[in-house]
């Protein structure tokens, strides 16, 4: 069975997109380009990046004083894509610490969800991990200098986005910040979208926050009356406690359903 990409950190928090104007303009706006983002995780630790698919390590670089410290991964096979596609895809890993690298070895294989390294501050940056993805396999030795003299990750296909290339998976990865980009849950099928309310109202909106307007109970779908009104016999403007639904869109801590937008810290995820 083909896997599936998912995120890789428990807690995402990125600090800085792949247009940040404090270093990554000069990957996305150059020749060749590559689209990086930094991850910070939960707070100024070092949160673990876990491999989003099963993996094989293709060439680390650093370790002394040689150069930041940075890591090459390939995926073992063809993964799904939240852009829809099916491909291999590689990985640029940059700012682990020396103990971190010096664990791994060229060639050695990660299975899916399996600790792979920590944020580091290898370079002399505070803790995180600075995370590129591309499309196929690495070209060359997986990144050249491009004209804007930032060093960008070369594969045989091409960049992605991160948003192209991770599915979200909330039982997996808590949002505490998106970076301005919008990821996609996991389609039901894979068990990583669908949630049970656990408060006894929770208000339906129409759109992701407390300033957009409340949904009436005419105006929820047809499936979550039908739930509403079996749960608690009664027309409640807004679910209630044990109403199922399935995340179409994940903005934050909010996300989009068929009826609306609702928080997701009064939820939980259906076994």
């Not at 060639?107 to 499309?135: F, I």
Request: charged share 20%.
């Amino acid at each position: 069975m083909t896997e599936v990409l998912t995120y890789p950190f428990q807690t995402m928090r990125i600090t800085q997109g792949y247009d940040g104007a404090v270093s990554h303009a000069g990957h996305s706006r150059g020749t060749p380009r590559d689209f990086p983002v930094d991850e910070g995780g939960a707070d100024g630790g070092r949160d673990a990046m876990c491999a989003p698919c099963t993996l094989r390590i293709a060439r680390i670089w650093g370790v002394g004083t040689k150069g930041v410290n940075t890591l090459f991964c390939q995926s073992a096979a063809p993964v799904r894509l939240a852009n829809g596609e099916t491909d291999v895809v590689s990985f640029q890993i940059t700012h682990p610490n020396d103990a971190d690298l010096r664990r791994l070895r060229v060639g050695q294989s990660v299975e899916k969800g399996r600790p792979l390294c920590s944020e580091g501050t290898d370079g002399g940056v505070g803790n995180h991990m600075h995370l590129s993805v591309g499309r196929g396999a690495l070209r060359g030795n997986g990144w050249q200098r491009n004209s804007r003299g930032k060093w960008v990750l070369t594969t045989a296909g091409g960049p992605l986005k991160p948003e192209e290339a991770f599915f979200l998976d909330p039982t997996f990865t808590t949002v505490l910040e998106t970076g301005g980009l919008r990821f996609r849950p996991l389609p039901p099928s894979d068990g990583g979208c669908v949630y049970r309310v656990r408060a006894s109202l929770l208000r339906v909106r129409t759109g992701p926050g407390t300033q957009y307007p409340r949904k009436p109970f005419s105006a929820l779908s047809r499936n979550a009356r039908s739930q509403i009104l079996a749960l608690t016999g009664e027309k409640r403007n807004g679910y209630v406690r044990g109403v199922l639904f399935t995340a179409q869109e994940i903005r934050g801590s909010w996300a989009r359903t068929a009826s609306g937008w609702v928080c997701l810290r009064y939820c939980e995820a259906a076994a």
